[in-house]
């Protein structure tokens, strides 16, 4: 699943990614996902846990601390490459609507 | 069960994770909440009724085996907790959580990373469990091929057989059923997140209305063996046997119980289940003939029908008992001339198996006396109202004993009265069909073309 799935991030993934370029543990990511976006996206507490471990078996991001049962993570280079890509992705996206856009409208 | 108790039988499947939230809701807002879950119950206590969100959600990581929740599982149950879900019940991978709010955060957020956990949940327990009892009918299979070549007289008229293999269909059926139905929904599942839509909704009567028919199909055989059993006086046997499956049953989970609550690990605890399981099996094995026979010895059960009187031969190197039988026949040695005395010590013996199917009853007269000169008689009516079932019979009957290198010959059918007739010469057997039934006998010496009209006369419709 989880290969074929990271070819293109979902939100959920771009923006767990996005939070874990700072050290933070899983109920932070989920409040900070929606913080970002205002509540536009939501991340399920069964859907963060099962992408927090896809992330760390895939090398996306590494586990940094473990309190008790509380474990933080952080993105790794590997992970960091990902998301800039998925960046550069979702840029010639929107530079593609932009530029047909024009196009269209000439 | 105390009062503030309740015990709940559970009749969906795991994976209909909708189904079984909205179930526990009504019963919340019954005052009914979700306390534990096992295997088949889920137990709930009293409770001021409630508006409860709950959500089913799965751990694949975990097992039954687990002596308790998993450092994962763990972390998992403390997202949850921040999204304000609580955990209810959790049983192995199966994790039961309510929510007090009217609209939580759902568990589940991503609906491929949900088909994914509920795929890998369902491959430990509900397909591996229906794999597991496909096994019964797919083990049994040669048995009953082999009855259902040979005799198929006895089979059909049979209750306990006729029981056992409606039983074993209704199994074959619903494992086939169920699994089915379950990669339907994989597949239809698959390709609606592969667009950007939700799981399928399972289908929850299917499923409810096939469960509810498979134990109404099993709470009938297994009534059926008990009339039978009553009738037979064989009861105490069949008692015997479900108190010793039970009994081992209620020690497996006792053992299970006790290795989890000390801690064992999930390895351990496995692996010595297993080998309780597998110790257990054959121990009632070698267990249950032991018990049966001490039963039998002591009276309490019989595995025969008691004879009227016995007979015990002896002359002088070597003596036995037999059992000797006053049942009625429908035709006698004396009927056919034959001079029986006092001496002979002659049994008339009358089996007769009944089932909604058909009737047949097997008839033995012979002398205990092994002195005697008198010939034995056998003979078997084989009755149904099924000409199909008639033929298919006929079939099996003369097939058989050809395969047995026991050539039967035809004959004409005319004097017999009969659409068909056979005889082998070796065991100077007879073979007969009529419209309604299957006649065979055989005497121990060749009939007298009177005795085979008498035969004949008296058993034909």
Redesign the interface.
């Given at each position: 699943?989880a290969r074929e799935?990271f070819q293109t991030l979902?939100e959920?993934m771009f923006y767990i990614l996005l939070c874990l370029q700072r050290e933070c543990c899983?109920?932070d990511v989920?409040d900070q996902v929606s913080r970002i976006t205002e509540g536009r996206v939501?991340?399920?507490?069964?859907?963060?846990?099962?992408?927090l471990?896809s992330f760390q078996q895939e090398g996306f991001i590494q586990e940094t601390r473990v309190e008790g049962?509380?474990?933080s993570y952080q993105i790794t280079v590997k992970g960091r490459l990902r998301l800039e890509e998925e960046v550069r992705r979702l840029r010639r996206q929107t530079e593609d609507y932009v530029n047909f856009g024009k196009e269209a409208n000439a | 069960m105390s009062r503030d108790k309740k015990r709940q039988m559970i009749w969906y499947q795991v994976d209909d994770t909708g189904a079984i939230a909205r179930h526990l809701e009504k019963m919340a807002a019954k005052g009914w909440l979700l306390e534990s879950v096992d295997n088949w119950w889920y137990i709930y206590y009293r409770a001021e009724p409630a508006r409860v969100k709950y959500a089913v959600?799965?751990f694949p990581e975990a097992s039954v085996f687990d002596p308790g929740l998993t450092?994962?599982q763990?972390?998992?149950i403390?997202?949850?907790r921040?999204?304000g879900?609580e955990l209810a019940a959790v049983y192995g991978p199966i994790q039961y959580f309510h929510s007090a709010c009217p609209d939580p955060?759902?568990?589940?957020?991503?609906e491929?990373?949900?088909l994914?956990?509920i795929r890998r949940t369902m491959r430990k327990t509900s397909v591996l469990s229906y794999a597991l009892l496909l096994a019964l009918p797919v083990i049994s299979l040669p048995v009953f091929w082999s009855i259902f070549r040979r005799d198929l007289m006895e089979l059909f008229s049979n209750d306990r057989q006729l029981g056992v293999i409606v039983l074993m269909l209704a199994i074959l059926l619903y494992g086939c059923g169920m699994l089915l139905d379950y990669l339907i929904w994989v597949l239809r599942s698959k390709r609606s997140v592969a667009k950007g839509g939700a799981c399928r909704r399972p289908h929850t009567r299917f499923r409810l209305l096939a469960s509810i028919a498979m134990m109404a199909v099993c709470g009938a055989v297994v009534l059926s063996f008990f009339v039978d059993a009553g009738t037979s006086g064989l009861w105490p046997a069949l008692a015997l046997y479900l108190i010793l499956y039970s009994g081992v049953m209620l020690l497996g989970r006792w053992v299970l119980r006790k290795l989890k609550s000390r801690g064992t690990s999930r390895e351990n605890t496995k692996g010595i289940f297993f080998a309780f399981a597998i110790g257990a099996g054959i121990a009632v094995g070698f267990l249950t003939p032991l018990l049966f026979g001490g039963l039998a010895n002591a009276g309490i059960i019989r595995a025969v029908r008691e004879p009227a009187e016995s007979y015990t031969y002896s002359n002088g190197n070597f003596s036995f008992t037999r059992g000797i039988y006053r049942d009625d026949l429908p035709v006698t040695l004396e009927d056919l001339g034959c001079a029986v005395t006092e001496e002979d010590h002659c049994s008339y013996k009358a089996e007769i198996d009944r089932s909604f199917l058909a009737v047949r009853g097997e008839y033995t007269q012979a002398a205990m006396n092994l002195d005697s000169d008198l010939p034995w008689l056998y003979y078997q009516i084989y009755e149904t109202k099924w000409p199909w079932l008639l033929e298919k019979c006929w079939e099996a009957l003369t097939a058989a004993e050809e395969e047995d290198s026991w050539p039967v010959q035809p004959l004409v059918p005319a004097p017999w009265g009969a659409v068909e007739a056979y005889k082998q010469e070796e065991l100077t057997s007879y073979f007969l069909l009529y419209p309604d039934r299957i006649i065979t006998f055989r005497l121990s010496e060749d009939a007298s073309p009177q005795q085979l009209d008498t035969i004949v006369r008296t058993l034909q419709p």
């Open positions: 699943m799935k979902t959920q899983g109920v989920m939501i991340i399920g507490p069964g859907t963060l846990y099962s992408l471990e049962r509380k474990r | 959600a799965f450092e994962g763990e972390t998992y403390d997202y949850c921040a999204a879900w955060v759902p568990i589940e957020t991503d491929a990373v949900k994914a956990a």
